[in-house]
């Protein structure tokens, strides 16, 4: 028995009414004719940009420990090219020692404005110091203090624990830089596997996968 929090499938008045926009967007025929993926994400990312009420930069990052149990959480894409995706986070957290263990991830966008979604799948590289220099830097002074305080993952006592230490932080760099703390660094997933979905009425979706040949990519369109 569905539960009533959950919408039914959409009517065929439904998708006319509410669908337009986006079955508009997504009716192009000429991505299944793109010979590489990184210039087709970045477009849809600008799509998102424009549509998406925040963070269409948000992507969830799925990762195994060492046991092999799955987890998921979101983070921010901070880099796309042609290299991979990169964000930035705590070495020691969950997400920092499960790449540690095993040093491949999936991630997943998933633009509900526009009815999109990007799936990717790949080996997992740390940044040069340089980048996670260069991209710490770039942060609000706050946020770079706030990398400083937090034994991210681990058991906090309480919230006036957490502020006491970020009193402590911002005393101790007081007209002093933020530096970057060791432990925090950045990834970029280096994709063997991209793949492109877009809804279409009925569940009749477009979804186009490419997989890394080399140097070269593979294009293929997949059923439904």
Same mark, same amino acid.
């Given at each position: 028995?569905?539960? /009533?929090? %959950?919408?039914?499938?959409?009517?065929?008045?439904? #998708?006319?009414?509410? #669908?337009?926009?986006?079955?508009?967007?997504?009716?192009?025929?000429? %991505?299944?004719?793109?010979?590489? /993926? %990184?210039?087709?994400?970045?477009?849809?990312?600008? $799509?998102?940009?424009?549509?998406?009420?925040?963070?269409?930069?948000?992507?969830?990052?799925?990762? @195994? *420990?060492? =046991?092999?149990?799955? $987890?998921?959480? %979101?983070?921010?894409?901070?880099?796309?090219?042609?290299?991979?995706?990169?964000? #930035?986070?705590?070495?020691?957290?969950?997400?920092?020692?499960?790449?540690?263990?095993?040093?491949?991830?999936?991630?997943?966008?998933?633009?509900?404005?526009?009815?999109?979604?990007?799936?990717? !799948?790949?080996?997992?590289?740390? @940044?040069?110091?340089?980048?996670?220099?260069? #991209?710490?830097?770039?942060?609000? !002074?706050?946020? +770079?203090?706030?990398?400083? @305080? =937090?034994?991210?993952?681990?058991?906090?006592? =309480?919230?006036?624990?957490?502020?006491?230490?970020?009193?402590?932080?911002?005393? !101790?760099?007081?007209?002093?830089?933020?530096?970057?703390?060791? +432990?925090?660094?950045?990834?970029?997933?280096?994709?063997?596997?991209?793949?492109?979905?877009? *809804?279409? /009425?009925?569940?009749?979706?477009? !979804?186009? +996968?490419?997989?890394?040949?080399? @140097?070269?990519?593979?294009?293929?369109?997949?059923?439904?």
């Amino acid at each position: 028995m569905t539960t /009533p929090l %959950i919408p039914p499938s959409p009517t065929r008045e439904e #998708y006319a009414e509410h #669908y337009a926009a986006a079955l508009a967007a997504n009716g192009d025929e000429t %991505i299944f004719d793109r010979a590489e /993926p %990184i210039g087709l994400f970045v477009e849809w990312l600008g $799509d998102a940009t424009r549509t998406e009420p925040n963070d269409p930069n948000a992507m969830t990052l799925s990762t @195994v *420990d060492a =046991s092999g149990a799955p $987890d998921a959480r %979101i983070v921010l894409l901070k880099d796309v090219d042609a290299r991979g995706f990169t964000f #930035y986070s705590n070495r020691e957290s969950a997400k920092g020692l499960d790449l540690a263990a095993h040093p491949r991830a999936a991630l997943l966008f998933h633009w509900k404005s526009l009815r999109r979604q990007v799936r990717v !799948r790949g080996s997992v590289e740390p @940044v040069t110091i340089a980048e996670a220099d260069a #991209y710490f830097a770039s942060r609000a !002074r706050e946020s +770079r203090i706030g990398a400083w @305080v =937090s034994d991210q993952s681990r058991p906090l006592d =309480s919230r006036a624990a957490l502020e006491a230490a970020v009193a402590r932080e911002t005393a !101790r760099f007081e007209d002093k830089d933020v530096a970057r703390p060791e +432990r925090w660094t950045g990834w970029r997933i280096i994709p063997d596997s991209i793949e492109f979905w877009r *809804d279409r /009425p009925f569940r009749l979706h477009d !979804r186009l +996968r490419f997989d890394r040949t080399g @140097v070269n990519w593979a294009r293929t369109r997949l059923w439904p």
